[in-house]
């Protein structure tokens, strides 16, 4: 079923706001013409497949609908401006600083050798510098956001490999599996619950599935871990999802993926016990508990976007007429209005505008999401939000809770 939507156009002052009725096809996510600033870019080769390309779009002659009216809007911040879409002095600041204090903290681990807790302490920090920079730095670099120039943004993309995590299959689940396909079962990676959870309800309920609203931060805590040992494996060598059944990964890949793990756990977990001394017992916990922190954050800085109470789970790709309300529809946003989070959290907290902007870096999220805010409101378009994080959360915990216990 498609949903067409009606909006009101804008009238000149003093007349009657005239409805009309738009009928634009666009297979989600909906991208932007090519020659505007936050066009859908060409894909590196390394994504099999790639976004979603540009769809026709079919409107009554004269309409001025809500899509085309938003798209014009964020075009011209960047062209009013003359600004560049990617990385600002921001940006740049926030990747050398993500660096600086991961390098610097494990430069202080080898040059200082401390007792066992400022070991912990010191191992900790550079866990929170990576839980900073997957966010804020690798994201962005998945999505050829940091810079124009391809060899930038697939160097830092790194960062997830150094973090323990297969870059090369991030940027496939990502893209193909969540971009292009929010919130549908079976097709969504990120609702992928693989037994533990049920995250819509079209997947079938378990018994075990009544407390998953206890459980779930405990499990997401694990999040990482489950990335660094397991999954990448899997969805290489054990794919379930059919376009990675499909897809012949190049050898490279297969080197980067064992090399990278190979690097992360000897520097995380053999170097600090061989070269310092330290007893294993300690190092095992202190990686476990950089991991809770890693899996803990990046799941909640997620799972509060998309699998809330009050965000629709379509049932097939053509429900909308225009890929723009697909992601209205099935994406909130949290704490807008606090700056300090979308620096933590790599802006991902304005999520509605990275779903519409995607190689747009996220240092340019909040003013464009005054502009989503504000065209929406004009249009008489939803926009789902929560003024903390915290709510956001708690807004999850309670979808869990009704698709725990109902049907």
């Not at 505007?36 to 769809?55: G, K, N, R």
């Not at 890929?323 to 907290?349: C, K, M, Q, S």
């Not at 505008?353 to 805010?373: E, N, S």
Request: charge should be neutral.
């Amino acid at each position: 079923m498609r949903h067409r939507f009606q909006g009101c156009a804008a009238a000149p002052s003093g007349l009657v706001r005239s409805e009309f009725s738009i009928t634009i096809i666009v297979e989600a996510p909906v991208t932007f013409e090519t020659e505007t600033a936050i066009a859908q870019e060409s894909e590196t080769p390394d994504l099999v497949p790639s976004e979603t390309s540009v769809s026709p779009i079919i409107e009554p002659f004269g309409a001025s609908s809500f899509p085309k009216v938003l798209r014009r809007r964020l075009d011209s911040f960047f062209a009013d401006q003359n600004i560049s879409p990617k990385a600002d002095r921001t940006m740049w600041v926030k990747v050398a600083a993500g660096l600086a204090v991961l390098v610097g903290a494990w430069i202080a681990l080898y040059a200082l050798r401390p007792g066992s807790w400022k070991f912990l302490a010191l191992y900790l920090l550079g866990g929170l510098a990576q839980t900073f920079l997957l966010l804020n730095i690798a994201h962005d670099s998945n999505h050829n956001a940091i810079s124009s120039r391809s060899l930038v943004n697939k160097t830092l993309n790194y960062v997830f490999d150094l973090c323990g995590i297969s870059s090369y299959m991030w940027r496939i689940l990502h893209h193909r599996g969540h971009h292009s396909c929010i919130n549908l079962h079976g097709e969504d990676d990120a609702l992928s619950g693989r037994g533990i959870f049920r995250f819509t309800p079209f997947e079938s309920r378990a018994p075990l599935h009544r407390f998953q609203h206890i459980y779930a931060l405990f499990v997401y805590a694990l999040f990482s871990l489950d990335y660094v040992f397991f999954r990448d494996f899997q969805c290489f060598f054990f794919p379930t999802h059919e376009y990675l059944k499909r897809t012949k990964h190049p050898l490279s890949e297969y080197a980067v993926l064992f090399a990278g793990k190979g690097l992360y756990l000897a520097y995380m977990l053999v170097l600090p016990v061989l070269v310092l001394g330290k007893s294993p017992l300690l190092v095992a916990g202190a990686f476990l508990l950089v991991h809770l922190v890693i899996g803990l954050s990046v799941t909640l800085v997620f799972q509060t976007t998309h699998t809330i109470d009050s965000t629709y789970f379509p049932s097939d790709r053509g429900e909308f007429d225009n890929g723009v309300y697909h992601i209205f529809a099935t994406t909130a946003d949290y704490a807008t209005e606090r700056p300090l989070v979308g620096w933590l959290a790599g802006g991902l907290n304005h999520h509605i505008v990275h779903h519409l902007c995607p190689f747009v870096c996220h240092t340019h999220y909040a003013p464009l999401t005054r502009i989503v805010k504000e065209t929406a409101k004009e249009f008489g378009v939803p926009y789902r939000q929560h003024p903390t994080m915290t709510r956001a959360i708690w807004h999850h915990l309670i979808l869990l809770k009704q698709l725990g216990n109902e049907n």
